[in-house]
């Protein structure tokens, strides 16, 4: 049974999760591959690790890089200290006006905060970058390998987090505008102001994406392990909380083949593994991949695993 509706002209984001070693950024690439045969494709990592580079045999980075051999699709890897780096550039103006009109700090002290992380914006600028991506409207599909299941969860929950900072930020603004009214009786938005309106309809680009059913869907990716599968259904039931739609999942690595006795063995000991998935996601449709002889790594391997994944 192969992964279904992924064509659909309205579906834009596909992104694939899971526990780590469950073969997530092999299934999104070999996604991305049969989505590229009919539709202009970008796929994104926000796995720190960045294995895709490794996975397609070929150094992408922190930049558009279209995929060797391939028609229609290009590659990018998102750093998220670079992007918050990148965002702290764009906006410096913008936040020292924050700081300075909110806060009773010196300039020596705002300059220490600058240099700072904002706990939680490495997801959030990673997903702000992708926004940004999608935004610009170059791809019409854009498929996201996530790092293992508790940064994904991080990830998906940025709306969340940017949306906190901001409610903070903006109640520091709002007692700088009461002064400012109290003494002079009128006042007029700067560029702070501007920022964090422009943050907030960010935050509110984010959360209608991820619970649109139509343009968003989620792929776990599992193996027929007990705390894989576990670790699975914790996910989903996450994913619920945040209204995001997935009606499918890939269950990897299964062993097919009977012909000596390890083989048989490992098969046996999957099958309780494989009904369990079967009780527990009785609403979601599993797709199976059997395990593969060699390490699926470059384009090849890949194609091969895009044939089974979409039945060709």
Not at 279 to 289: E, G, L
Request: glycine share 4%.
């Amino acid at each position: 049974m192969p992964l279904t509706g992924l064509e659909q002209k309205d579906l834009k984001m596909i992104i694939f999760g899971g526990k780590g070693g469950v073969g997530k950024t092999s299934c999104s690439l070999a996604c991305a591959l049969g989505l590229a045969e009919k539709h202009k494709t970008l796929v994104i990592s926000t796995d720190p690790a960045h294995s895709i580079s490794d996975s397609l045999c070929q150094e992408i980075g922190f930049r558009l890089q279209p995929v060797h051999n391939v028609k229609n699709l290009t590659a990018i890897e998102i750093s998220a200290d670079k992007a918050f780096k990148r965002f702290k550039k764009e906006h410096e103006s913008e936040l020292i006006k924050l700081f300075d009109t909110s806060t009773n700090l010196d300039d020596e002290d705002i300059q220490q905060m600058m240099s700072l992380s904002i706990p939680g914006i490495d997801e959030v600028m990673s997903f702000k970058t992708i926004i940004d991506l999608i935004e610009e409207n170059n791809y019409e599909k854009y498929v996201v390998d996530t790092a293992p299941t508790g940064h994904a969860l991080r990830l998906l929950s940025s709306p969340v987090l940017l949306d906190e900072w901001i409610k903070m930020a903006a109640k520091m603004r709002w007692k700088y505008r009461y002064m400012i009214e109290s003494f002079s009786g009128d006042y007029k938005e700067d560029e702070a102001d501007v920022m964090l309106l422009n943050l907030k309809k960010t935050v509110k680009r984010i959360a209608a994406l991820l619970s649109n059913r139509d343009k968003c869907e989620f792929i776990p990716v599992c193996i027929p392990e007990d705390m894989a599968i576990m670790e699975t259904s914790r996910l989903l039931h996450e994913l619920q909380q945040y209204h995001i739609s997935s009606h499918q999942m890939i269950l990897n690595n299964v062993m097919e083949s009977d012909e000596s006795g390890f083989c048989r063995q490992r098969k046996a000991a999957q099958l309780k593994y494989i009904n369990k998935a079967s009780d527990i996601f009785k609403n979601i449709k599993i797709v199976i991949v059997p395990v593969f002889p060699e390490e699926i790594k470059g384009v090849a391997a890949l194609l091969k695993l895009k044939d089974i994944i979409f039945g060709r």
